[in-house]
């Protein structure tokens, strides 16, 4: 079964400023997508950022991209000039190409922006 | 709104009692996922439904059970609640040939258990 590990329960970064989250995984299989979702306080689950496995290059939206490292099976957030609005909960998940394709999530990281 | 609605949006009972979640799929989603979320945890999947049928389980309870009906809209009924029930219930959709755009989200039923 595969596994989705964060790390880092708190994460705090200066508003401007650039903060990373990192997550783990742990999985046999070499088709499968990553996502970083993240929960504001209103617990609305939102997608931030997708990467296929198949695929070196680092996806990227905006202020947020990722380093994806296959081997090492890691899944990285940076986050760019941090704002007071991405202050949320965070969570890694993992999601298989094949069977039933359900997301596995990471227990979170909480991200707090400081002023 | 993200098209996957949920209701209610919340949800206060008594212990013992039994309630019943809804989720309206995004349009075209024929997949409904499960999960649960207690207080400032992670994202628990408990059942996945894909066009009408079961399509897999993960860690529901014998005293929850779920549901697809031909509509696409699910139902998630909790009984004989407990106290450690209370949680916030997600319902998420996915079109089955989009797995790499991952889930659309409702925005949740929170349960509280008294």
């Known amino acids: 079964a595969q596994t989705v590990t964060q790390s880092q329960p708190e994460m705090s970064v200066q508003e401007a400023e650039t903060v990373t989250l990192s997550c783990t995984y742990d999985?046999?299989?070499?088709?499968?997508?990553l996502f970083w979702y993240k929960q504001p306080p209103s617990r609305q689950m939102i997608l931030v950022i997708r990467?296929?496995?198949?695929?070196?290059q680092n996806a990227t939206e905006n202020r947020f991209s990722v380093n994806f490292q296959k081997a090492a099976k890691s899944f990285s957030l940076k986050i760019s000039d941090s704002q007071l609005g991405d202050a949320a909960m965070y969570f890694c998940?993992?999601?298989?190409?094949?069977?039933?394709?359900?997301?596995?999530f990471g227990t979170g990281t909480r991200l707090t922006i400081i002023p | 709104d993200s098209g996957v609605t949920q209701t209610p949006k919340h949800l206060i009972t008594a212990t013992g009692q039994r309630v019943t979640l809804r989720c309206s799929p995004r349009?075209?989603?024929?997949?409904v996922y499960w999960y649960q979320q207690s207080l400032d945890q992670g994202l628990q999947f408990l059942i996945q439904?894909?066009?009408?049928?079961?399509?897999a389980k993960g860690n529901i309870l014998e005293r929850f059970s779920a549901q697809q009906f031909p509509d696409l809209h699910s139902e998630l009924n909790l009984s004989s609640l407990e106290l450690g029930d209370s949680a916030l219930y997600f319902c998420?959709?996915?079109?089955?040939?989009?797995?790499?755009?991952?889930?659309?989200f409702g925005s949740g039923t929170r349960l509280t258990v008294v």
């Open positions: 439904y894909y066009n009408g049928e079961e399509r």
């Open positions: 990467q296929e496995a198949y695929k070196q």
């Open positions: 349009s075209g989603d024929l997949s």
């Open positions: 999985t046999s299989e070499s088709d499968y997508y």
């Open positions: 998420a959709s996915s079109a089955r040939d989009r797995a790499g755009y991952g889930y659309t």
């Open positions: 998940a993992y999601r298989s190409n094949f069977g039933n394709e359900k997301l596995t």
